[in-house]
């Protein structure tokens, strides 16, 4: 069998954000390996349509497409009293769901501010909170929580974005230590460029980026990702040369970002 593989339908998986991009990808390729899924986005016809299409893939698998808005304070609680009320068990749960920010402080509406916190950071630690209690009583599960490369870029423009990333990392790390003596294994992916609409990129410049190699495919994350989960790491980069560029981005002499952050104003939004 694959790494990760299972009895179809003998094991579920949550996957948050998966209508389109990299959860997307994360919810074929568990499906693929016989996870029955619970998929969540807060758009409803598009996560439908991501549920038919799964289906279509895998028939041996169930997909449950649930729409909520996650970034809600009570939104992990909601999610869970849901998914215990049908009597779902979930053995992988993939916080995925997110927001992009790429806008001054000052500039950027306090309502997208609130919001953006709450995704990242309170639903996915909550969710940690309430399913990793549930894995434990069970004897073990899969947790993977998606942060950024952002983390080491705490550029202007950035500073939410990036933030909020940094303390998915921070709080996955520790909480991997936590809960590893009971069986349960929590992986963070910091994933740099990757080739889908959460940036704003037009499709034409998304080709151009997955051909000169500065972006990687979502389908591509999303399986480095699950085999760095697979394999119980803690944190994973996916694509190895980004790793080389984390001291580069720490000492960006102030000039040079000055002149970075006139040409990057344009694009703030």
């Known amino acids: 069998m694959k790494r990760g593989e299972v009895v179809a339908g003998s094991r579920t998986a949550l996957v948050t954000g998966a209508s389109e991009g990299i959860g997307r990808c994360y919810a074929e390729r568990l499906a693929a390996l016989g996870y029955n899924l619970v998929i969540v986005s807060h758009h409803e016809e598009s996560i439908e349509r991501a549920a038919a299409e799964i289906r279509a893939k895998s028939p041996a698998v169930s997909v449950r497409a649930v729409t909520m808005d996650l970034a809600r304070e009570r939104a992990a609680y909601e999610l869970h009293e849901l998914i215990a009320g049908e009597g779902i068990e979930v053995d992988v749960l993939i916080n995925n769901a997110g927001i992009f ?12 501010i609130s919001r953006l916190l709450l995704l ?44 909020s990333k940094s303390y998915v990392k921070s709080f996955s790390v520790a909480f991997a230590k936590e809960v590893r003596e009971n069986n349960v294994r929590c992986t963070t992916v910091c994933p740099a460029g990757i080739a889908t609409d959460l940036y704003g990129l037009p499709k034409n410049w998304q080709r151009f980026g997955l051909r000169i190699g500065v972006l990687m495919s979502a389908d591509r994350c999303a399986k480095r ?45």
Not at 101 to 112: A, G, N, Q, V, Y
Not at 138 to 149: A, E, K, P, V
Request: proline fraction near 7%; include cysteine.
């Open 101 to 112: 920010s790429f806008l001054d402080i000052l500039k950027t509406p306090t309502e997208r």
């Open 120 to 163: 990242h950071d309170m639903t996915l630690t909550l969710n940690c909170r309430l399913f990793g209690e549930d894995m434990v009583r069970r004897g073990g599960g899969h947790i993977l929580n998606m942060s950024s490369f952002s983390i080491w870029m705490p550029f202007p423009g950035l500073a939410l974005y990036s933030a």
């Open 225 to 269: 990702g699950l085999r760095a989960m697979w394999r119980g790491r803690r944190t994973c980069i996916p694509d190895w040369w980004n790793a080389i560029l984390i001291p580069l981005c720490q000492i960006i002499p102030y000039p040079l970002m000055k002149q970075m952050r006139k040409w990057t104003n344009r694009f703030q939004k």
